[in-house]
């Protein structure tokens, strides 16, 4: 996208970033370079060299941005396709579901607006008689986390008889989030059965089935099938260890350890967590992470098996203080890398502090009885 640049102001500073973009992954160095183009062509003032400079931004920061900067890059490409004609606005219809993902796991982003956000995009896809398969998917996967199945149920059966249209997301993906849906209700056979064309390889893409192998862990855990779990586990880590897309469920790996008692290779895969907890940019991740790092500190450290110097970050954000102009805000916790026992009690209570914070935005207590359920069940057997 950013090629339509080189068009304009091809032979300057502009082209040599763009080529140097180009031939980088994304990386917080990579973002770097698109902002410095942002700043440039915005002093141009070209709206399409702007629009396409910042659809390079956004897919850059999903990996290494933070979520308020993808909201606001988002926000600005929303207004751009409503304001002026030729823009690639398929392509901002297509981003519009992972803006919708980052605000409904935020949880400082109110039930109403996100809601309202939600039929936005319903109605941009009506216009152009899209079908509203993604919508659906959507409302399901964002009912499921807070503990409205009511809601999931009813949307799922609404997905189920939705033509796939042009905005859905690829088959891989869509049997990982019908596995999803499955645990979530608890059916962990039905669950099992959905992700097996996914467990055997036989359908994939850039991040499935690394989700599904991390994914299928609880309900194995929870009928008792280590072996099984053992497999999944070896397999899926090298799969998401280091990737960001992978935060939300990569903690049921460290939980899977626990509950073995293998704690030498739990801390291996320890650093790997922590260094997820610091470079975050979602809230509901950010818990979930948390959460498996204090249930598996609590456990090595009654077995006498505290791991030796885990790499904890010098800053991590914070839940138990949230400011109202800054969500969050990071905090220095290189004191607690010389008392196990602190650092312990502070991956819990941030735990439980951002589960009261998203229980609050949902109206239940659905987020906490969750995270209590996680420590049941590193506890079975």
């Known amino acids: 996208m950013l090629n339509f640049l080189k068009n304009i102001f091809g032979g300057n500073r502009l082209e040599r970033l763009q080529k140097k973009a180009d031939g980088m992954e994304n990386s917080p160095e990579k973002m770097a370079i698109l902002q410095e183009i942002v700043e440039i062509v915005d002093k141009q003032g070209n709206v399409e060299a702007q629009f396409n400079a910042r659809l390079a931004l956004h897919e850059a920061a999903t990996s290494d941005g933070t979520s308020a900067m993808m909201i606001e890059l988002f926000d600005w490409l929303l207004v751009q396709i409503d304001t002026y004609d030729g823009l690639e606005w398929w392509t901002v219809l297509w981003m519009y579901k992972w803006h919708i993902w980052n605000l409904a796991n935020n949880y400082d982003t109110p039930l109403a607006e996100l809601e309202a956000t939600i039929d936005d995009y319903e109605r941009r896809l009506e216009a152009i008689d899209e079908s509203l398969r993604p ?107 280091g990737r960001r897309f992978g935060a939300e469920v990569a903690p049921l790996h460290l939980l899977y350890l626990t509950r073995i008692g293998d704690f030498d290779r739990g801390a291996k895969i320890l650093d790997g967590m922590l260094t997820m907890a610091a470079n975050m940019n979602t809230q509901y991740s950010q818990m979930l992470i948390y959460d498996g790092i204090a249930i598996f500190l609590e456990r090595a450290a009654a077995a006498g098996k505290f791991p030796r110097n885990p790499r904890l970050p010098d800053k991590l954000a914070t839940f138990s203080a949230p400011l109202l102009d800054t969500p969050n805000p990071l905090v220095d916790v290189s004191p607690l890398k010389s008392d196990p026992q602190a650092m312990t009690q502070w991956f819990r209570d941030e735990a439980d502090a951002a589960a009261e914070l998203f229980d609050r935005r949902n109206g239940n207590t659905f987020c906490s009885e969750q995270l209590a359920a996680n420590v049941r069940l590193v506890d079975i057997g």
């Not at 989030?177 to 056979?189: A, K, M, P, R, S």
């Not at 850039?206 to 586990?233: I, N, Q, W």
Request: include cysteine; proline fraction near 6%; hydrophobic fraction near 35%.
């Open 135 to 241: 919508v659906h998917h959507l409302r399901r996967g964002i009912a499921l986390p807070m503990g409205r199945h009511d809601v999931a149920q009813e949307e799922f059966a609404h997905w189920k008889q939705s033509p796939e249209g042009n905005f859905a997301d690829c088959a891989a993906c869509e049997i990982d989030t019908e596995v999803d849906y499955y645990i979530y209700l608890g059916d962990d056979e039905q669950a099992l059965k959905t992700a097996g064309p996914l467990l055997m390889e036989q359908m994939g893409c850039s991040e499935v089935p690394h989700l599904t192998f991390a994914r299928v862990l609880k309900p194995l855990m929870r009928l008792g099938r280590m072996d099984r779990a053992e497999e999944c586990h070896k397999k899926g880590w090298p799969m998401i260890e």
